[in-house]
């Protein structure tokens, strides 16, 4: 089930960000990285639960075994940066974190994943791009929050 559901955010994914073949290619590539790295965040945080019945506490759960993570993950440095910790933010419960994202990337997250551009300042769905404390955030959101 998990599979199928990645096989497909994989192919919107490729859908969504093929059709750009000028200027903005790069911001799209961009906004893909990290769409990536929280996908298979939340895909090793929803197996480690189904195979353990506990929800893991930090990244050394997922990585410690090499099972659901091989290792936290990395992205550019121009991107922004990996939280090393879940992080709690208004409305998200724990989430996946990456600050100090650029803004037209986080329009572009926000664009292929709900049709807008707009930088809100609240969780809107479970993964997105928000202005959190002054600062772009990416989040996947993992468990809680409404």
């Known amino acids: 089930m998990i599979g199928i559901l990645i096989a497909a955010a994989a192919a919107a994914m490729v859908v969504w960000f093929g059709g750009d073949a000028f200027g903005r290619t790069g911001d799209a590539v961009r906004a893909s990285q990290l769409l990536n790295a929280g996908q298979n965040v939340l895909s090793a945080y929803q197996i480690y639960i189904a195979q353990n019945g ?3 506490t930090s990244y050394a759960d997922l990585t410690a075994t090499r099972q659901y993570l091989a290792d936290r ?3 550019p440095s121009d991107l922004g940066t990996v939280q ?3 992080q709690s933010m208004s409305g998200s419960g724990d989430s996946f974190a990456v600050t100090g994202v650029p803004q037209v990337v986080c329009q572009r997250v926000n664009r292929a994943l709900r049709d807008d551009e707009g930088i809100p300042t609240t969780v ?3 993964m997105g791009c928000m202005e959190h404390g002054g600062t772009n955030v990416f989040y996947v959101r993992l ?3 409404g």
Do not use: L, S
């Open 84 to 86: 090393d910790q879940w």
């Open 124 to 126: 809107q769905k479970a």
């Open 73 to 75: 993950p990395t992205i």
């Open 54 to 56: 506990t929800e893991p």
């Open 143 to 145: 468990k809680g929050g």
